[in-house]
């Protein structure tokens, strides 16, 4: 048995090397894994973001392209759509999310990251939100990002603020602090901002990034 405190430490500072460590010979990021916890949790509270629909709908306008990756249950673009947006997309690996979303409308595809299966300079905004923590190659996917954004377009991201960590959720791969999410979106991206934010929802802090094209 590993003491806590190595647990925590190793968490903390090697977050991919418990992450691995920690889920041998299980599948935490594959389509089974999800669609088991989200046929559990379709409707529950703990996958609506009331605060972060407010927001993106504040930022985003009706007629705008919108493509949500890792979407989970679609709360957010359930959201949209009940607002009177028409141009919604989703990707999932979860087969459950897709059949569902699809039957309500929303545009879904399935893709597995970092790589975001469709064309170039598609969207006005895309969203990732709480997945970033998950992705092992993180500058790819904010590659595909900026790929799949129309010039001037705009991306949100939110992830937890240093908190969550694997030892918490066994899916992440890393915990994030406003200097190293800054650090990680630089790579790629020349034009963004970073605000540290609470959902009403949630008593976790989270952090919002919001990225130009």
């Known amino acids: 048995m590993i003491p806590w405190r190595i647990k925590n430490f190793t968490s903390d500072h090697f977050p991919l ?16 894994y999800w669609d088991a916890i989200y046929g559990k949790e379709w409707d529950s509270p703990k996958r609506a973001w009331p605060t972060k629909n407010r927001l993106i709908a504040a930022l985003t306008d009706p007629g705008d392209h919108i493509l949500d990756i890792a979407c989970g ?57 709480q997945i970033l923590e998950h992705v092992i190659q993180r500058r790819r996917f904010l590659t595909e990002i900026r790929r799949v954004l129309k010039p001037g377009g705009l991306a949100f991201i ?18 994030f602090t ?7 979106i630089g790579q790629v991206f020349d034009r963004f901002e970073i605000v540290s934010m609470k959902d009403e929802n949630f008593s976790m802090p989270i952090l919002f990034a919001t990225i130009r094209a």
């Open 158 to 175: 939110f992830v937890p603020d240093n908190c969550l960590g694997p030892i918490d959720e066994p899916s992440h791969v890393v915990k």
């Open 73 to 129: 249950t679609g709360s957010i673009l359930r959201y949209l759509k009940d607002q009177g947006y028409e141009n919604l997309h989703g990707t999932e690996i979860s087969n459950l999310c897709i059949e569902r979303l699809r039957a309500l409308g929303i545009e879904m595809f399935s893709t597995v990251l970092p790589r975001i299966a469709c064309g170039d300079h598609l969207y006005d905004a895309v969203i990732a939100s």
């Open 17 to 32: 090397f418990y992450h691995k460590l920690m889920n041998i010979g299980v599948g935490v990021n594959d389509d089974q």
């Open 178 to 184: 406003k200097k190293s999410l800054s650090r990680e």
